[in-house]
């Protein structure tokens, strides 16, 4: 089929060049379709209040583009490998339905701009998602902590037993540490929630009057995004941004999974969790494995790598449109996908752990309270140092 960059209808195109320079973008563009959808009804309706639609091919457009839409939640609408992206497969099937009005939905908007505002959208939906499912993670530790508050619980430096401690200590620095990430994760979106539309080739409008205005209040965002070149430099550092936000939420997290990987284990056996939870062996009858939490872990790994790969694509282009920038859709994708999950997994993991009571009490002995014996003799007037090599004679 013909691409909608083809100026020459029978060039031939090479099938290796087409392999290469598609890749996966066919496949990864099904989950965008929503919102390309929503923001190309707003450019609609603009294009009507401007005069270049008049209302009869508005409302086509509208219903055709809503005709997409239910197409696509019944698993009925693809993109084909010939089609390249999401934007030339519902051009072709608008096509077919009106041709010479589809083709002037297109006025003053390219690919370019069309991937920077379908991933604002995109982004802007998930963030607050990510935000929703944060907040229901912080509500699950808060009740956790409520039912496990007077539950002693040793803790660790370098490795070994250091002072006496609770586990709603420990889950509270956790949770603590969540509401933090809140504050960048939404600092991320609030960055995010401009809009990039008409940017097109980095350059302004300057013949029809376009109201980006009316766009940006259609599509419920909070801004627009004034300069055109900076729409094109903005492509990757936003993404960052939201990977950097985000990073800390994974730490969190793979703190929490590495906690509990070892405290699970036999030898301390502070925490178990229901027998769903678990893993077995093909070799070993007796194995109950973590793996879940195992790989909440490595996942967190994962996705640093995801961030670090987009840094890389964006670091060293220049500030306009290049193709690599295709690179970044991807991990990033991938890496909203994996945040979500990771949340869900640890929510359910938290709202069903059982702490060991007797273990865990049983495992503050008595070298725990050394620090507490040297403090009650600075009160009685000693000096710390004294007291600190009293103590520590008595241990030996």
């Known amino acids: 089929m013909q691409k909608i960059w083809q100026k020459v209808s029978n060039l031939e195109i090479n099938e290796l060049i087409e392999d290469y320079t598609v ?52 698993w009925e609408f693809q993109i084909l490998k010939s089609q390249e992206d999401w934007h030339t497969a519902i051009e072709s099937y608008l096509t077919q339905k009106h041709p010479k009005v589809w083709k002037k939905i297109h006025t003053w908007r390219s690919r370019n701009d069309q991937i920077l505002v379908t991933t604002r959208l995109f982004t802007l939906d ?58 960048l994760v939404n600092s991320a979106k609030k960055i995010n929630n401009q809009n990039p539309l008409w940017s097109v080739a980095w350059f302004w409008e300057g ?26 430099y903005s492509r990757g550092k936003f993404e960052s941004i939201v990977l950097q936000s985000l990073s800390q939420v994974m730490m969190d997290l793979w703190k929490f999974a590495s906690d509990l990987v070892l405290f699970s284990t036999k030898e301390f056996n502070f925490f178990t ?31 640093l790598g995801y961030e670090y790969q987009i840094k890389e694509i964006f ?7 290049n193709r690599d ?20 997994v640890c929510d359910l993991v938290i709202n069903n752990l059982w702490a060991n009571k007797e273990n865990l ?10 620090t507490n014996e040297a403090y009650k003799l600075v009160k009685w007037w000693m000096s710390f140092r004294d007291a600190y090599k009293k103590i520590w004679e008595m241990y030996l």
């Open 126 to 183: 998930k963030l607050s998602l990510i935000i929703e499912l944060i907040q229901k993670l912080i509500k699950s530790f808060e009740s956790k902590i409520s039912k496990i508050w007077d539950i002693k619980m040793p803790w660790y430096t370098h490795m070994q037993r250091a002072m006496p401690s609770t586990v709603w200590m420990w889950l509270w620095s956790i949770k603590d540490s969540l509401n933090d990430d809140l504050i």
């Open 273 to 303: 969790l229901p027998e769903y939870f678990k893993t077995g062996s093909s070799v070993m009858p007796q194995k109950k494995n973590w793996d879940i939490m195992e790989l909440v872990r490595w996942n967190s790994n994962l996705f």
């Open 325 to 344: 920038f295709q690179l970044t859709k991807e991990p990033y994708l991938k890496w909203i996908k994996l945040v979500i999950d990771t949340i869900k």
């Open 207 to 232: 013949v029809f009057g376009l109201d980006r205005e009316y766009t940006t209040n259609e599509l419920w965002i909070e801004k627009v995004q004034e300069n055109p070149m900076y729409c094109a």
């Open 23 to 74: 890749w996966s973008d066919y496949l990864l563009d099904m989950e965008l379709i929503p919102y390309d959808i929503k923001w190309s009804k707003a450019h609609t309706k603009m294009l009507n209040k401007i005069g270049i639609l008049n209302n009869d091919e508005k409302d086509s457009l509208l219903k055709w583009l809503d005709e997409i839409l239910e197409v696509y939640k019944k």
């Open 361 to 370: 009490e049983m495992a503050c002995s008595k070298e725990l309270y050394a």
């Open 315 to 321: 670091k060293n282009l220049l500030s306009w449109y």
